[in-house]
């Protein structure tokens, strides 16, 4: 298995590794789309992300990886029926490392969503289920690089099982469902095509990187890469001390995320916000009130601030504006200029 790029090295693209480190703090934020110019470590920041994500408690032997914890969410295997022996069963209990599984672009709707084990079928004459990447993926993060380029069936499933958690199977004789809440998370160039609409509402944060301008800093990402192609062991253990700090800033953040306090008057901010760009429903206000909590978080903040909002509001609602006609300029840059007069006001 090939080593992956530590996060803690990720130099530069402040906003992207940014976004990766709130949503790690609250997945319920809804996930990231990373979307710029070719070669600028979107794949890599992305992939990274294991490096950020404590482990998790499993149901021992449970292909969906059930949270031992949340008795009414087990399947059906871990949760029993009524008269299946749900009583005499109690479940032992395992740590795994929290998934990131991608999602290639070519995969078939089989390989997606999980089919008939033919290998099952043919040599025993069982007629059992293989899990796809959607139950891999489940209380983790789905990776999709060049996201914008999916296959519009695939699209439909996707936001299907996003919306509702579980995947529903009915297939091939089988009929069953089990659990898939997973953290979307995509790449890609927007020159090469643009996201559907009904995706694109399912990402919490959108990032836009750029190739950057700084020589010095050119150079460093240059330096760091050619030093982990040539010794990728070396190159982790260097930066193994740095990632553990990451991942106990996720873990403090995380505990003290509930108590993080939002003010009626940082909601009437969002609110107002939201409402003077114009955005659809209020998936936009849940999704800074959630972003911004997380930022507190990681932060060591008790309470919400204005410049946590000044933060993360681009990142938040730059996917989520309609085009308007009469205004060419950037969809950050709008945010920016509203951000700024609902600020004074």
Known sequence: MASTF????????????????????????????????????????VRALADLLPPIEVVSGCAYRCDPKRPAALCERCNPPEGQGRKARKN?????????????????????????????????????????????AHRGFLYIDEVNLLDDHLVDLLIDVAASGENLVEREGLSLRHPARFVLVGSGNPEEGELRPQLLDRFGLA?????????????????????????????RAQ???????LQQRIVKA??????VQVSDALLTLCARLCQQLGTDGLRAELT?????????????????LPAHLRTLAPLALRHRLRRNPLDDADAGVRVERSLQEVLAA
Do not use: C, Y
């Open 6 to 45: 530590p996060f803690a090295a990720i130099v530069g693209q402040d906003d992207m590794t940014l976004a990766i480190q709130v949503v790690a703090v609250d997945p319920s934020i809804g996930g990231v789309l990373v979307l710029g110019d070719r070669g600028t470590g979107k794949s890599t920041a």
């Open 92 to 136: 032992a209990v395992e740590r795994r490392p929290v998934a990131v599984v991608d999602l290639p672009l070519g995969a078939t709707e089989d390989r997606v969503v999980g089919a008939l084990d033919l290998e099952k079928a043919l040599s025993q004459g069982i007629k059992s289920f293989a899990p796809g990447l959607l139950a891999q």
């Open 207 to 235: 990032v836009q990187v750029r190739t950057p301008q700084d020589l010095a800093l050119r150079v460093e990402v240059v330096r760091r890469r050619d030093a982990f192609e040539r010794d990728p062991d070396a190159f």
């Open 239 to 245: 930066w193994q001390d740095a990632n553990l700090a």
């Open 254 to 259: 995380r505990k003290r995320l509930a108590a």
């Open 288 to 304: 800074l009130l959630r972003a911004t909590r997380a930022l507190a978080a990681l932060l060591g903040h008790r309470e919400v």
